[in-house]
C-alpha cells in the first residue's frame, strides 16, 4: 500500500505538471481525488489493515492528499497565468505602427460666400428664413404675379412632379417671399437662402441645380433709393470698399419697377475679358419695389406699406469672390480644387 500511494503521488504530480490546459487539468483531478479516483480507491483498502498499520498508512495517505491537491492548484495557477499571457499577446496593439491619417476638410467656398452674406444681413436686423425646394407652382408662380401663360411657368424651363403643373421644384427663392408675408407681422426684413432648379445645360456660368439667395423688406415708406443703399452696403462689405455697381432697368413679373445689378469684372477691372464676357460688368441680382397686386394678394394694403426684393445667385457671388472662373468647379467636389480655399 505505502508503493502504492508513492506510485499515485508521483504519477499524479507529473501529470498536473504536463496538464495542457484546465480542461484537461480537471480530468486529471477526477482521475486522481474524485469519488472514483485512484487515491480514493487506495484509502478503501485501509480497512484491510491491522490495528498498528492503520495510523501510520492514514497519515501517509493523507500527505499523498495534500501534496496532489497543492500540486493541483500550483498547475491551475500556472496554466491561468499562461492563458492571460496568451490573450494579451493576441489582443496587443502595437503603439509604434503609425496610424491612419484622417483628411481634415473645411468650408466650401460657396457656403463661406453665404455664411458671410447671413451675418451681413443679421447685423442689419434681417431674419434667416428657410423654405421647401418642393413647392407648389401657387406660391412659386401665381402669388408672384406669373400667371397661367407667363413664360417662366414652361414645362421646357420647370421640373414638374404632376401633368397638372401643380407641384415643383422651385424655380426660385421667391415664394419665400409669400410665406414670410403669410406668417410673419409687419414691418418684415428677412433673408431666405437655398437650392433652386431650373432645365438649364451645364456650362461654365449654368447648372440645372443652383443656389439663391432671397431677400426682402417690407415697411412704410420703403423706397428704391433704400434697396440701392442697402445692396451698395452689402456689396462693398462682400468686395471691399469701392466696389463699382450698376443698376439696369430689369422686368420681374412680381416687381414694379425692377432692376439688375451689375458689379464691375474682377478679372479685368471693366475693360472686359472672357469672365464678364467682354462686358466688363457681371451681372450678381435682379430686384425691385415689390408689385403692389403680389402684396395685397398677401393681404397687405399698398397704400400704407411698400416694400422692396432681391434674388442673388450664390454661386456667381462665390466666383466673384473667389475668383472662381468656372461654375462647375463649384459642384464638382474635386479636393484639389477646394483645397485652395
Ligand atoms: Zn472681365
Known amino acids: 500500500m505505502k508503493e502504492q500511494l508513492a506510485n499515485i503521488r508521483a504519477q499524479a504530480l507529473a501529470a498536473f505538471d504536463g496538464a495542457k490546459d484546465s480542461a484537461a487539468l480537471d480530468a486529471l483531478r477526477v482521475q486522481y481525488l474524485g469519488k472514483k479516483g485512484e487515491l480514493t480507491a487506495v484509502l478503501k483498502q485501509m480497512g484491510k489493515l491491522s490495528a498498528e498499520e492503520r495510523p501510520a498508512m492514514g497519515q501517509l495517505a493523507n500527505e499523498v492528499r495534500a501534496a496532489l491537491e497543492e500540486a493541483l492548484e500550483a498547475a491551475g495557477k500556472k496554466l491561468e497565468a499562461a492563458a492571460l499571457e496568451a490573450k494579451l499577446k493576441l489582443e496587443a496593439v502595437d503603439v509604434t505602427i503609425p496610424g491612419d491619417s ?6 466650401h467656398p460657396m457656403y463661406s460666400a453665404l455664411d458671410e452674406i447671413k451675418d451681413i444681413f443679421v447685423g442689419m436686423g434681417f431674419t434667416v428664413l428657410d ?9 412659386n408662380f401665381d402669388r408672384l404675379n406669373a400667371e397661367e401663360g407667363h413664360p417662366s411657368r414652361d414645362w421646357s424651363d420647370t421640373f414638374y412632379f404632376d401633368a397638372d403643373s401643380r407641384v415643383m421644384l422651385r424655380s ?4 419665400m417671399q409669400v410665406h414670410a408675408m403669410e406668417t410673419m407681422e409687419l414691418p418684415i426684413r428677412i433673408i431666405a437662402p437655398g437650392r433652386v432648379y431650373r432645365k438649364d445645360e451645364v456650362d461654365a456660368t449654368h447648372s440645372p441645380m443652383f443656389h439663391q439667395v432671397e431677400g426682402m423688406v417690407i415697411d412704410k415708406n420703403v423706397t428704391m433709393s433704400d434697396l440701392k443703399g442697402t445692396l451698395n452696403a452689402v456689396v ?7 466696389t463699382v455697381t450698376r443698376f439696369r432697368p430689369h422686368h420681374f413679373p412680381f416687381t414694379e419697377p ?16 472672357p469672365t464678364c464676357k467682354g462686358e466688363g460688368w457681371i451681372e450678381v441680382l435682379g430686384a425691385g419695389m415689390i408689385h403692389p397686386k403680389v402684396l395685397e394678394m398677401s393681404g397687405i394694403d399698398p397704400e400704407v406699406y411698400s416694400g422692396w426684393a432681391f434674388g442673388m445667385g450664390l454661386e456667381r457671388l462665390a466666383m466673384r469672390q473667389f475668383k472662381i472662373t468656372d461654375l462647375r468647379l463649384i459642384f464638382e467636389n474635386d479636393t484639389r480644387f477646394l483645397e485652395q480655399f
Open 236 to 242: 462693398e462689405q462682400l468686395f471691399g470698399k469701392g
Open 172 to 175: 426660385q427663392t421667391s415664394p
Open 102 to 107: 484622417v483628411a481634415i476638410g473645411h468650408k
Open 131 to 139: 423654405g421647401p425646394e418642393v413647392e407648389l407652382a401657387y406660391y
Open 258 to 273: 425692377s432692376c439688375e445689378m451689375d458689379v464691375q469684372c474682377h478679372k479685368c477691372g471693366g475693360k472686359g475679358c
